[in-house]
């Protein structure tokens, strides 16, 4: 039977994912002002390209920034919560080799 987490506490799991959301509202902003210095830096060297690179690249910064801050959040909310410790582990009785 697996142990019971942090997370099915609704009080715990309202309070960590409060915590998750507020950590991803940051990442938006600090990936927004990345992503405008970015561009900003690349008109700047090269003048007006085209408006099709200046969309591909900034909807590839924002979208490689904003899925490496929502999978590292979720790490850290499994984490901090002790969810990753309420598994059922099969081998746990087992001595390591």
């Known amino acids: ?8 506490n609704p009080l715990y799991a309202s309070f960590a994912w409060h915590r998750y959301w507020r950590l991803m509202r940051w990442m938006f ?10 561009l900003g830096t690349f008109w700047w ?3 007006m390209v ?5 969309i591909a690249t900034a909807g590839a910064i924002f979208g490689a920034v904003m ?3 929502a999978l590292m959040g979720l790490v850290f909310l499994s ?19």
């Open 79 to 97: 984490s901090g919560s002790g969810h990753d410790e309420a598994i059922d582990d099969p081998f746990a009785d087992e001595v390591d080799r």
């Open 67 to 69: 899925l490496t801050a």
């Open 29 to 38: 902003g600090v990936t927004l002002i990345v992503t405008v210095a970015a």
């Open 1 to 8: 039977m697996t142990r019971p987490s942090r997370l099915d």
């Open 45 to 47: 060297q090269n003048g």
């Open 50 to 54: 085209s408006i099709h690179f200046f």
